[in-house]
């Protein structure tokens, strides 16, 4: 697994300067990478000091009105955050939040809760798809890049390891 921190080229008016991250935000979807990225997220939140925010979205299509998310999408994410909770409780750490909403777009959702919670820092799992022989990395992530006005961690799968 590596990181790589991003902060996407922007005007200075538009960015938050760098600092020491005060508050993390984690999509969290209980993927093998997601569990892994909670893990170093909570470490670096216990090194930071910082508040520790865990977003598990419930996507549903646009047709459907997320006042009226099925039940069952939002029992899946409940089930996400209490996965989420026994991470970062299994790690000791205490400042954290744990949330399930349903959205439409869990790139634009993200961008959301980085204004929503005055969050300095997003960390997410990095995944890609294929293109013509060619890796892109998913929509969410690269409207996350685009578009949040802070820095994003993006943890992936090392080539070795998706060889594998």
């Known amino acids: 697994m590596g990181f790589k921190l991003f902060g996407w080229r922007r005007r200075k008016a538009e960015t938050q300067p760098e ?6 935000l984690v999509p969290f979807a209980n993927t093998p990478e997601d569990r892994e990225l909670l893990r170093h997220a909570v470490r670096m939140a216990q090194v930071f000091e910082a508040h ?10 646009r047709g ?11 029992r899946r994410g409940e089930e996400f955050a209490l996965e989420a909770r026994e991470i970062i409780e299994e790690l000791g750490f205490g400042n954290y939040t744990i949330q399930t909403r349903p959205t439409h777009h869990c790139g634009f959702a993200i961008v959301e809760a980085v204004r929503e919670y005055g969050c300095d820092m997003v960390c997410i799992a990095a995944e890609y798809r294929r293109v013509l022989g060619r890796q892109l990395l998913t929509e969410t992530v690269e409207t996350v890049l685009r578009k949040v006005p802070v820095q994003v961690c993006l943890y992936s799968k090392l080539k070795e390891e998706e060889a594998l």
């Open 64 to 74: 459907v009105n997320l006042e009226q998310c099925p039940p069952e999408k939002m």
């Open 19 to 24: 600092q020491t991250p005060t508050h993390l």
């Open 52 to 61: 520790l925010t865990v977003l598990c979205f419930v996507e549903v299509s």
